[in-house]
């Protein structure tokens, strides 16, 4: 009985350590998990920001430690130091293994593609399609109008009841010319007037440039503008006008003609007068309708005109020259 008892006791006991053990276990970890994962978390949303300790290294340590070499300060180190540095860099010397040699000798070329040439393009009038010959549309022919409807719209005139129509004749105005106005006696006298001064004027002898020496002073100072110094001559008879009949005036008109290629008059120079104007107004008239042959250049002519009294052109009734 004291065996029994002692034995279930201790089982008693030990049940009892057990329980307890695990309930102080399963506290710890409800308190630690919460708090390892919230830092994990923190940790890893701050991985950059963490603080790495400081490790203090011993005169053995570090004298095991390789040596470094610091990048030297341009703006601190003087060139002297610099160039000591530089002596003591070590060499680093290439240890990368030989480049393999091309080995594309030995590969075989492979030999040219007969690509045949592509083939021509198409020509252009192939590409047009088709014209589509056009529907011609046929006339369409109108409906016949009903004769009712046309008994209608027009109806048939009675031509014996209904009165003729006469048209009213249509009076096309002639045009009208532009007249000019008429003039007064007193305007008709005073032309009338002038008119006979001037006739008058026209028949009084004016003896300048009428005697020979005028005319060779003429002459010479004429031909002296020209190229051609041998002017061609032509007489020519005058028309004697019916206005000289009155006084039976004569005399005799010469002219310097500068005649152009085309037989065109260019230049008129008195040489001699006739004395009258009336003369050699009539002389001028009849030298500009003379035809001209043609010529390579311009050509000088000295036309002599000659007017005398003919007795069968001018009325019977004369004054003798005074």
């Known amino acids: 009985m004291n065996g029994k008892y002692y034995s279930s006791d201790w089982l008693q006991t030990r049940s009892i350590g057990i329980f307890v053990s695990a ?8 308190i630690i998990l919460p708090k390892l994962s919230g830092e994990e978390l923190l940790l890893r949303g701050k991985l950059r920001f963490r603080n790495i300790p ?3 290294l011993t005169s053995e340590q570090q004298q095991r ?7 030297p300060n341009p703006s601190v180190t003087p060139p002297e130091e610099i160039e000591t540095i530089l002596d003591s860099t070590p060499v680093f010397t290439n240890n990368l293994p030989p480049a393999v040699e091309s080995t594309t000798e ?3 070329i492979p030999p040219p593609l ?6 021509p393009p198409p020509p252009v009038e192939s590409l047009v399609p088709p014209t589509e010959p056009v529907a011609r549309l046929l006339p369409v022919t109108p409906s016949p109008i009903p004769r009712e409807l046309i ?3 027009n109806p048939r005139e009675d031509f014996f009841n209904s009165p003729k129509v006469t048209e009213p004749m249509m009076i096309i105005p002639e045009p009208e010319i532009a007249t000019q106005p008429e003039a007064t006696p007193v305007d008709r006298e005073n032309d009338l007037i002038a008119s006979v001064q001037a006739k008058a004027e026209s028949l009084k002898f004016d003896p300048s440039d009428t005697t020979i020496g005028e005319r060779q002073a003429n002459y010479e100072r004429w ?4 190229t051609d110094k041998n002017p061609q001559t032509i007489d020519i008879q005058g028309e004697y006008p019916l206005d000289a009949c009155i006084k039976k005036i004569e005399g005799e008109t010469v002219y310097g003609v500068l005649v152009n290629p085309t037989g065109e008059i260019v230049n008129l120079h008195l040489i001699q007068s006739a004395g009258y104007s009336l003369l050699n107004t009539q002389a001028v008239q009849q030298i500009e309708s003379y035809n001209f042959s043609p010529s390579v250049a311009i050509q000088p002519y000295l036309i ?6 003919n007795p069968d052109l001018c009325p019977s009734l004369s004054v003798s020259p005074s």
């Open 106 to 108: 030995t590969i075989p």
């Open 304 to 309: 002599t005109v000659k007017f005398t009294y």
């Open 223 to 226: 031909i002296s503008w020209q």
């Open 151 to 153: 008994e209608i719209i």
């Open 54 to 56: 400081l490790i203090s």
């Open 65 to 71: 430690l390789p040596e470094t070499l610091q990048p």
């Open 23 to 30: 309930g102080l276990h399963l506290v710890l970890l409800g």
């Open 114 to 119: 007969d690509i045949p040439p592509p083939p």
